[in-house]
């Protein structure tokens, strides 16, 4: 059934749309859950206080909302959220999980992720949807190289821009895999046709996740500026546990040389531009990727406008 929306909102949307991963091994996560990261300095412009929802046991949760569009309205908060893996979650976590009222939550993690780091523990009224987006193997090269313990080996696999070179491929599976494309497609349907709160997630909360806010946010009518700058916010609220995942592996004698695994860690704009240099490439840019490439059409296009937007 189509969505009545006012003439006026319809071409507005229609104008701005046509503007228009992540994986830490669960062995991290395996200690007790870590308190809150500590709210940056105040000038951090990727903090925000009112984005970002505090837990024990995920660093990455955010509410996708209050960014300013083109035309001067703004992304209604407490609709959409993003985050981390939710295995981890504790009874307090649960607690404010369930003052959100989300109703569904979709999980980018790939079965190997979920066996390894755990199903999410969710609040009542949540139903959980697997949604796998491939990691194009890197949860399993982490492992590979963490787990070998050798120097050697790890600096064949990671070093001298190798891991960097992995993040980039990884990205650009978001753009040439069909079945990656059909997820985000997706989940992005399902937050046009959506009337309660979701959330949707991977294990780090960064890439699969990141890229699909970037989306999001880019179809509504949030400039560009903003939409990277929410994709890079999540180096500011991974950044306390990924330094203690680092500092864990080379105490624990794994690695010799744990900043070896930074650029699997962190989200960087080169990643985000691999992945838009392929849409241009293969569809022409954004927009064709979003039409052609993830099959969206106006009509959707208008829900998402009119369902996020106000």
Same mark, same amino acid.
């Given at each position: 059934?189509?969505?009545? $929306? +006012? &003439?006026?909102? /319809?071409?507005? #949307? !229609?104008?701005?749309?046509? %503007?228009?991963?992540?994986?830490?091994?669960?062995?991290?996560?395996?200690?007790?859950?870590?308190?809150?990261?500590?709210?940056?300095?105040?000038?951090?412009?990727?903090?925000?206080?009112?984005?970002?929802?505090?837990?024990?046991?995920?660093?990455?949760?955010?509410?996708?909302?209050?960014?300013?569009?083109?035309?001067?309205?703004?992304?209604?908060?407490?609709?959409?959220?993003?985050?981390?893996?939710?295995?981890?979650?504790?009874?307090?976590?649960?607690?404010?999980?369930?003052?959100?009222?989300?109703?569904?939550?979709?999980?980018?993690?790939?079965?190997?992720?979920?066996?390894?780091?755990?199903?999410?523990?969710?609040?009542?009224?949540?139903?959980? $949807? +697997? &949604?796998?987006? /491939?990691?194009? #193997? !890197?949860?399993?090269?982490? %492992?590979?190289?963490?787990?070998?313990?050798?120097?050697?080996?790890?600096?064949?696999?990671?070093?001298?821009?190798?891991?960097?070179?992995?993040?980039?491929?990884?990205?650009?599976?978001?753009?040439?895999?069909?079945?990656?494309?059909?997820?985000?497609?997706?989940?992005?349907?399902?937050?046009?046709?959506?009337?309660?709160?979701?959330?949707?997630?991977?294990?780090?909360?960064?890439?699969?996740?990141?890229?699909?806010?970037?989306?999001?946010?880019?179809?509504?009518?949030?400039?560009?500026?903003?939409?990277?700058?929410?994709?890079?916010?999540?180096?500011?609220?991974?950044?306390?546990?990924?330094?203690?995942?680092?500092?864990?592996?080379?105490?624990?004698?794994?690695?010799?040389?744990?900043?070896?695994?930074?650029?699997?860690?962190?989200?960087?704009?080169?990643?985000?531009?691999?992945?838009?240099?392929?849409?241009?490439?293969?569809?022409?840019?954004?927009?064709?990727?979003?039409?052609?490439?993830?099959?969206?059409?106006?009509?959707?296009?208008?829900?998402?406008?009119?369902?996020?937007?106000?």
């Amino acid at each position: 059934m189509r969505v009545s $929306v +006012p &003439r006026t909102r /319809t071409a507005a #949307g !229609l104008a701005i749309s046509s %503007l228009v991963l992540g994986a830490l091994p669960a062995w991290a996560a395996h200690a007790e859950p870590s308190p809150p990261p500590p709210r940056p300095a105040a000038t951090s412009a990727a903090y925000d206080s009112a984005r970002h929802i505090p837990l024990q046991g995920a660093v990455n949760v955010r509410d996708v909302g209050g960014y300013r569009t083109y035309d001067g309205e703004h992304v209604r908060r407490g609709q959409v959220f993003r985050a981390d893996a939710l295995s981890k979650l504790t009874d307090a976590d649960l607690a404010t999980l369930s003052g959100l009222g989300l109703t569904k939550v979709i999980d980018f993690r790939v079965p190997a992720e979920v066996r390894y780091d755990g199903p999410d523990r969710l609040p009542g009224g949540a139903t959980p $949807v +697997p &949604r796998p987006v /491939t990691d194009n #193997g !890197l949860f399993t090269r982490l %492992l590979t190289a963490i787990g070998s313990k050798d120097p050697v080996k790890q600096e064949e696999m990671l070093g001298n821009g190798r891991a960097a070179a992995f993040m980039r491929d990884v990205y650009r599976t978001f753009v040439t895999d069909a079945a990656n494309r059909a997820q985000f497609a997706a989940t992005l349907r399902d937050i046009a046709d959506s009337r309660a709160p979701l959330l949707y997630h991977c294990t780090a909360g960064k890439d699969r996740t990141g890229w699909t806010t970037y989306l999001l946010l880019r179809l509504v009518g949030v400039p560009d500026r903003a939409a990277v700058g929410d994709y890079l916010a999540s180096n500011t609220y991974r950044s306390a546990h990924d330094a203690k995942v680092r500092e864990a592996l080379e105490q624990g004698g794994l690695m010799r040389n744990p900043d070896l695994i930074i650029p699997l860690q962190e989200v960087r704009t080169d990643y985000l531009a691999t992945a838009l240099d392929e849409a241009a490439r293969r569809y022409g840019g954004l927009g064709g990727y979003l039409t052609k490439g993830l099959g969206l059409d106006a009509d959707t296009l208008v829900k998402l406008r009119h369902r996020m937007v106000g």
